[in-house]
């Protein structure tokens, strides 16, 4: 029996349990933004894409491979849809447990390792880098005339601040190619 004993559930011994306090959530930091970065794009920029994809539909086509032209399609309304319509204002939160998105979802403290500030097509920034890989970065369109310096000692009594921001390998790829092509 002594060999099986370290696979068997520990004897239960009387310990006192030592109450859990739960403090209630308290907000923070409250103000209402765009739920994502919008900017507004020419007729000209949807004629030069349209124009590339077709291009790479026959091609596609040629081979045929039907699955691909429709996922082109597809990702071209999907890119049409986010670049035509503004997004809706919604209201972000900071409170004692976490981050509230969009009033919707609450990404609790231990969900991220750090934070920062940036500027990216005109909007203040705060973004999160999570522990997940995925999402990987969440972001918080701040408003103009929000104290930056009162929100970053807010957000610092929970999180650091990267005062370097790493760039990710999708933000080089991305900044690469476009500096190489202009559409």
């Not at 900071?94 to 991220?112: E, N, V």
């Amino acid at each position: 029996m002594a060999i099986f004993s370290k696979f068997l559930p520990p004897e239960e011994t009387e310990v006192e349990s030592v109450p859990k306090i739960i403090k209630p959530t308290q907000v923070l930091l409250e103000w209402e933004a765009p739920e994502r970065i919008f900017v507004k794009k020419s007729r000209d920029f949807y004629r030069k894409i349209a124009v590339i994809i077709i291009f790479f539909s026959i091609l596609l086509l040629i081979f045929k491979e039907v699955v691909f032209v429709l996922v082109l399609f597809s990702v071209y309304f999907v890119v049409y849809v986010a670049t035509s319509i503004p997004p809706k204002n919604v209201v972000h939160k900071i409170s004692t447990s976490g981050i509230h998105y969009a009033s919707a979802h609450l990404y609790k403290w231990d969900y991220f390792k750090n934070f920062f500030l940036e500027k990216k097509y005109g909007y203040d920034l705060l973004t999160f880098n999570t522990v997940d890989s995925l999402p990987g970065r969440l972001f918080l369109i701040l408003p103009n005339d929000m104290d930056k310096n009162a929100l970053v000692r807010l957000v610092n009594e929970y999180l650091s601040i990267e005062e370097e921001p790493e760039s990710t390998f999708y933000e080089d790829l991305i900044a690469k190619i476009g500096g190489k092509i202009k559409i």
